[in-house]
């Protein structure tokens, strides 16, 4: 056989030389023996159309025949060997009705190439279309029944060296796909043979590791944007639970883009996946029945011996913020098999999940570094007894993945290096035109546009290419690059390679762009683009005008994100920018718009505007497009770019294939996979940050089914709250209104006594103003003891209880597969704990089952939170009535603080303080500081210095990263009390530090006043 492929190569070879070559110079001759020279001019031929053909114009038609064959011929080869060496489809060139011409080309390449190539091509078959018949109609189906593989069906413009390539992943494997059908009659009746021609809606079988192809009969699914092996699971097979099934159906296997399916939560658009055989009925999505037998827990290691007991509370003024050693197993246990079992999809249906793992690792850390910001703007700015405005719970759990999610790449590295260039002298030399740059794990590379040398840590790997390490010496520390102009502020991420590389463009030096194919797929491109543009940290002050879509991402950064009702909108910006930065580059004599960047001059002149475009598109805009590529195309670099899909054919291209595969001639031949972002998951993220810019709202009443919280708001305070100054003879109605408070809580010194009490507690205690602790009076669990005080801290956050499926949800977060039998141990263990003795009776147990209630629910227990506003209140009536008693309730109150509040959790848990009802991690704070502010006033108004610090130190002690200005101005007007000038000096820097101001006027309303009134003239800043 391998003679036979070599003759019929040799005899192909022949062929397409015959064709190529010898064709032209056989018409030649003939052209030159019919119309000897002189040749006839154009009035000697219109005048021999007159006159008796003498055969020479039957030969000069036939010639022209000839040519236009030839022309036809040599094109269709020349297209074919161009689809074999690219490894994709070619447009192939035909005269109209001449289609044999095309197919003639791929026998003969095919033959030519029948060592490594595809010996037969697709060509339409006249009456069949793309969809195969049905095997159940047709008479001519194949009596012969794949043995083992999936079948696949021929699609337009297929060959076998395709074909290979496609579902096999190795195009020299076209023979065995040959052999595998070879003789074998087709639904048309015709049969493959080596010399034969593919047509469409053929059903070839494929060898057994094979991937069909969409349209076969073989089970397969193509991932779309924002898929999860979750819902392709319920979709195609009717059931969710049986996405561990498609998983290890294709762990492994090699998709078209060269990457391989190995994690079950990533999967990329795109990608085939087969699917397990289909079953009837599907399985019962129900919990796991009674009957069977609960598994056992697996085996845990001992963890730290059992915490301290809470420290009572203490009215001696500390002689500094403190933070109390809390114990050590929430830093030493780690989550166990119990903790994080095999994945469940009816615990989570992965809509969060989805939204982080379908951005990219630099659109989450632009995401995750944007919330910290402006999270501590939005706490800052909380008004005293108001709650801030936090995402829903979708969104908040996407938070909490991105929060603990690994960056893939770390952009920091790349930053710093590009940044520490403004460290050069570029007086006099080119600055560096940067054109990609690939991220990964161990180094970044850098590819110019232009020979330039760059200084180090760069290091040359050829003529245009340079490195960063990872582990480079920078010139610049990460923090301290940012006070340093990017010099790429449109660098932007756009495809993903093999290892977890990153490939990013810089969109300035392209200019003007266009993305072609799948429009769906292009639109996915440019929303990730912008995504990534809203939050990057290189971007900043970068503008980004989005037409025909995005609406959804402008939350993610209202600043930087403007979305425009069409394009002329846009190219009117670009211009006006364009303009405005050659003026500039004009009149300072700048050389370009990069040694303007490096040199720090005007930074402000060449800040860019990207354009982010999806059709449709009016002709005038098209031409606008045109016009503009031509005009800065070739020309220096200027701050703007623009990138299209589906408008015009303008400046350079971006190709996105079919199967997520980016095509530019800028990263050569690679495989890329395009990234792109789906419209929900832009969405999902806009809903994170979109409540950082919503204004905080007051305190709601608190929940509980006590007596001790009516009347009383979520923060501890008064439903009316009363005055806040109060001067004898005291108000009748404030002395009526502590008379009601005393009545609704007639157990709270008693309560607060049990807190106090060093010896065995006989109701458990909970504590989260601090580390979250746990002192009960049932069995301390031997191990994983730091998974069971969240379960406490959980129920004890809950106090009306919570179903079986939302603790599922709430604490096993991440999709993890788990039956109901280990939720029942959770809540086993966590009553054991919690031990018996509810209402004095030795029987009952604090924590509830399901046998006696529709609930989990923890009940007689002490909260320090729950104490801490049963004081508070009681405080603020006993303050408006003119109790003596009220500094000693805030006293108390403010001595259940032991630390930042929820510090030091455990890794991997309490994904549920996420949820839109439980952001005690956020709101608790500044409750703690406005009553802290509170006890201050009061202080300062009885002279009582000490207690005015104390207070305030105290405060200091829940704000560790200086999120609020009270606890700073408050330590400001104490330090003017006591005549310290220089203190109180020192107070406002870290204000104004902390802050990111120079001038106190920049700060909000309440701090200005007191800064202003303080320090009229303001801080002296040292240098």
Excluded at 660 to 681: D, I, R, Y
């Amino acid at each position: 056989m391998a003679v036979g492929r070599l003759i019929r190569a040799t005899f192909a070879a022949a062929a397409i030389l015959g064709i190529v070559a010898g064709v032209p110079v056989l018409l030649w001759l003939v052209a030159r023996a019919a119309f000897p020279a002189p040749r006839p001019s154009p009035a000697e031929l219109l005048a021999m159309l007159a006159l008796p053909d003498d055969g020479r114009l039957f030969l000069g038609f036939l010639l022209l025949i000839g040519v236009a064959l030839w022309l036809q011929l040599t094109l269709s080869l020349i297209a074919e060997f161009l689809g074999v060496l690219r490894r994709q489809p070619t447009t192939r060139v035909e005269l109209p009705g001449l289609g044999m011409s095309r197919a003639l080309a791929a026998v003969l390449v095919g033959a030519l190439l029948s060592a490594g190539s595809a010996t037969a091509s697709a060509a339409p078959a006249n009456p069949l279309t793309s969809a195969a018949p049905s095997h159940g109609t047709s008479d001519t189906a194949p009596s012969e029944r794949r043995a083992e593989g999936p079948e696949y069906e021929v699609q337009p413009r297929d060959t076998l060296w395709r074909i290979a390539e496609k579902t096999l992943g190795d195009p020299l494997r076209w023979r065995e796909i040959y052999e595998l059908n070879s003789g074998r009659e087709q639904p048309d009746g015709e049969r493959l043979t080596e010399a034969a021609l593919l047509r469409t809606g053929w059903l070839l079988e494929l060898p057994a590791d094979a991937v069909p192809g969409p349209g076969s009969d073989g089970h397969v699914a193509i991932v779309g944007p924002g898929d999860t092996l979750t819902e392709i699971a319920a979709q195609h097979l009717g059931d969710p639970n049986r996405a561990d099934e498609v998983f290890e159906e294709n762990r492994g296997r090699l998709q078209l883009d060269g990457q391989r399916l190995n994690d079950p939560e990533l999967i990329r658009p795109g990608w085939t996946l087969v699917l397990p055989a289909q079953t009837q009925p599907p399985p019962s999505a129900d919990p796991v029945p009674e009957q069977q037998p609960p598994p056992e827990p697996a085996p845990i290691p001992d963890e730290a011996p059992p915490p301290e007991p809470l420290s009572p509370p203490t009215t001696t003024a500390p002689a500094s913020p403190r933070h109390e050693q809390g114990p050590t197993e929430a830093h030493t246990a780690a989550p166990t098999a119990e903790a994080h079992p095999p994945a469940d999809p009816e615990a989570d249906d992965g809509a969060a999940a989805a939204i982080v793992l379908g951005s990219s690792s630099l659109v989450v850390a632009g995401l995750v570094a944007a919330l910290a910001l402006r999270r501590r703007r939005q706490l800052r700015a909380r008004r005293p007894y108001h709650r801030i405005a936090v995402p829903g719970d979708e969104a908040g759990h996407a938070e909490w993945i991105a929060a603990a999610s690994e960056p893939t790449v770390d952009a920091s590295v790349l930053d710093a290096a590009l940044r520490g260039l403004a460290l050069s002298d570029w007086a006099g030399t080119d600055a560096p035109p940067l054109r990609t740059a690939v991220l990964d794990s161990e180094h970044a590379v850098v590819s110019l546009a232009a020979h330039a040398s760059l200084p180090e840590p760069f290091e040359p790997l050829a003529e245009w290419t340079w490195s960063v390490p990872a582990t480079a010496d920078l010139p610049l520390e990460a923090e301290d690059a940012g006070g340093y102009c990017a010099p790429f502020p449109t660098l932007v991420s756009v495809a993903t390679g093999a290892d977890e590389q990153t490939l990013l463009v810089d969109l300035e030096e392209l200019g003007v762009a266009h993305v072609t194919g799948n429009l769906g797929l292009a639109t996915g491109l440019l929303r990730h683009v912008a995504a990534e543009l809203a939050n990057s940290r290189w971007s900043e002050d970068c503008e980004v005008l989005l037409v025909g879509f995005g609406a959804e991402l402008a939350p993610l950064n209202l600043e930087r994100l403007q979305v425009l009702p069409d394009v002329a909108a846009g190219l009117t910006e670009i211009r006006a920018r364009l303009r405005a930065a050659r003026e500039t580059l004009a009149q300072l004599g700048v050389p370009s718009l990069l040694h303007g960047r490096l040199d720090g001059v005007a930074p402000d002149a060449w800040l860019p505007v990207v354009l982010l475009a999806t059709g449709p598109a009016t002709d005038e805009e098209r031409t606008g497009l045109a016009d503009l590529a031509g005009e800065i195309g070739g020309t220096r670099r200027a701050p703007v770019a623009v990138v299209t899909a589906g408008i015009a054919l303008a400046g350079h291209e971006l190709h996105v294939t079919d199967g997520g595969q980016l095509l530019m001639p800028e990263v050569g031949e690679e495989h890329w996979s395009a990234e792109n972002m789906s419209g929900s998951t832009g969405a999902g993220l806009a809903e994170i940050l979109a409540p950082t810019a919503q204004l905080d709202v007051p305190a709601g009443p608190a929940v509980a089914p006590e007596t001790w919280a009516d009347g009383m708001c979520e923060d501890g305070t008064l439903d009316e709250r009363p005055v806040a100054a109060v001067t004898p003879p005291p108000d009748p109605q404030a002395a009526r209104r502590l008379t009601i408070v005393e009545q609704q809580d007639p157990d709270l010194d008693r309560d607060l006594a049990r807190w106090s009490s060093e010896g065995p507690p006989d109701v458990p205690l909970v504590g989260i103003l601090g580390e979250p602790v746990v002192r009960a009076p049932g069995q301390f669990p031997s191990v994983r003891p730091s998974w069971f005080t969240e379960v406490l801290v959980y129920l004890s956050l809950h106090p009306l209880g919570v179903t079986m499926q939302t603790a599922m949800t709430d604490l096993w977060p991440d999709g993890h597969k788990i039956d109901p039998a280990t939720v029942r141990h959770a809540f086993y263990g966590a009553r054991r704990w919690a031990g018996r003795g509810l209402d004095g009776d030795p029987e009952r147990a604090f924590v509830s089952d399901m046998q006696s209630d529709n609930t989990y629910r923890l009940r007689g227990h002490l909260l320090d939170w729950d104490l801490f506003r049963r004081l508070r209140k009681r405080a603020q009536a006993r303050h408006a009535a003119g109790h003596d008693g009220a500094v000693d309730d805030y006293e108390a109150a403010l001595g259940l603080i032991r630390g930042p509040v929820l510090s030091a959790l455990r890794p991997g848990g309490y994904a549920w303080l996420n949820n839109h009802d439980q952001r005690h991690d956020l709101q608790i704070p500044g409750f703690l500081v406005d009553a802290a502010h509170e006890l201050v006033d009061i202080a300062l108004a009885a002279g009582d210095l000490a207690l005015a610090r104390w207070a305030a130190e105290i405060a200091r002690t829940v704000d560790v990263d200086v999120v609020f200005d009270r606890p700073l101005t408050d330590l400001m007007r104490i330090a003017h009390a006591e005549d310290r000038p220089s203190e109180m000096e020192r107070y406002a820097a870290i204000l104004l530090d902390a802050r990111g101001f120079d001038v106190p006027e920049e700060l909000p309303p309440e701090t200005f006043a007191v800064l202003n009134e303080l320090l009229p003239h303001g801080p002296r800043r040292r240098m």
